[in-house]
């Protein structure tokens, strides 16, 4: 609507300074509105692919890395027994913050545990690869509170912005109208322009007119 209204008024200047005020702010708050949009769009993408990412990193670290860790911890224990307790999957259910300190504690008493765990079957680069995994979970998870941010923020400020665009709009109506009045097709095209379309309109249907009494009703 502010566009319409915006372009109809560009369409038909008027030479009042406060017209050109008033419009000018209208298209400065579209300007604004519109980098709001795409930073809003831009949140909701990159919370979506991060979480996307983080699942996946999830199931990689769960069923490859950190289970592959436990199973050479196992056979370690046979050693040194304690490591039994050291090394076990966190639940599938875990929250991500607390399936990342699991993991991430595993990481660590993998590297203290490094010589005993290579000589039982581990990965050369395991550590590295479970290191490296680890790093990107966070990073997802920073970047979803990020997208999720910039989501929230654009929502509240273009919620701000509409509420000033419907006070422009009815400014350069008062003055529209005022003009038009002698002009009846430029009144009707202004008032289509800086109509609001709030969403798709459902025409009602009226209910059946039963039939009089003592009448049947028709079979269908």
């Avoid at 008033?22 to 993408?45: A, H, K, N, P, S």
């Avoid at 999957?89 to 504690?105: E, G, M, Q, W």
């Avoid at 920073?142 to 999720?148: F, I, L, N, R, V």
Wanted: proline residues 6%.
């Amino acid at each position: 609507m502010a566009g319409r209204a915006s372009k109809f008024c560009h369409a038909h200047p008027l030479a009042d300074p406060n017209h050109a005020l008033v419009l000018g702010q209208l298209d400065e708050t579209i300007g604004r509105m519109d980098v709001l949009m795409e930073q809003q769009v831009g949140g909701f993408l990159s919370k979506r692919s991060s979480v996307v990412r983080r699942t996946e990193l999830r199931r990689r670290l769960y069923h490859g890395l950190l289970r592959h860790l436990v199973t050479v911890a196992g056979g370690a224990a046979r050693e040194k027994p304690e490591l039994r307790e050291k090394f076990e999957l966190p639940s599938l259910n875990a929250s991500h913050k607390l399936f990342r300190t699991v993991a991430r504690k595993m990481l660590e008493q993998g590297q203290a545990e490094k010589e005993l765990l290579l000589k039982h079957g581990l990965g050369a680069t395991l550590l590295d690869e479970l290191s490296a995994a680890i790093d990107q979970f966070d990073a997802s998870v920073a970047e979803t509170s990020s997208g999720t941010l910039d989501h929230v923020v654009a929502r509240a400020e273009l919620e701000e912005l509409s509420d000033e665009v419907m006070r422009l709009v009815g400014m350069l109506d008062g003055i529209n109208r005022y003009r038009f009045q002698r002009d009846p097709q430029l009144l009707v095209a202004w008032k289509t322009a800086k109509h609001v379309v709030s969403g798709p309109q459902v025409e009602s249907t009226p209910p059946p007119v039963p039939p009089p009494a003592g009448e049947e009703k028709p079979a269908a």
